[in-house]
């Protein structure tokens, strides 16, 4: 649950939603609209395989400073060695899928973000049409790249 926790506030930013506002304050009111939030699960996956990335990098770097330090147990550190940057290798792959796999959920739910040139005209213009005149696009030269579709996993 702590890792639930500390990668859910980017989703719930993303896509607002199951909460109410309380002097200034955001309380959590439909635990279940939180869970079912497709901002989520990309998210969520994107924080835990990030973890194991590090993780293995960080047990193949103690590993390597005792072989540096000849230490006795050689053949234990490159055992740790090897588990560290296979786990890692393998995490990543899922890593990048995970991170591409956010720029689809928010093209649905802020197409303004990803949006070609047609998509942002139609939302300022709808913008404009519902609050008036202004500017409701993200600030310029803030464009995010193409999303490229899951191809890797699927």
Known sequence: M???GS?????????????????GVARLTDFGALLSNPSLWD??????????????????????????RRTPEAEFFRRSMRLGL???????VFLINF???????????????????????????AGGARFGPGDYLPPHGRRWPETPRRQWLS
């Open 43 to 68: 998210a969520l996956g994107h924080v835990l395989t990030a973890g194991l990335v590090a993780a293995g990098f960080f047990m193949a770097g103690v590993s390597a400073y005792h072989f540096i």
């Open 7 to 23: 990668g859910d506030h980017r989703p719930l930013l993303q896509n607002p939603v199951g909460y109410r506002m309380d002097n």
């Open 99 to 125: 991170g591409f796999g956010q720029f689809e959920v928010l093209n649905q739910v802020q197409p303004a973000k990803l949006g070609d040139a047609a998509q942002r005209a139609a939302i300022q213009a």
């Open 86 to 92: 296979a786990v890692a290798a393998i995490a990543v």
């Open 2 to 4: 702590p890792t639930y």
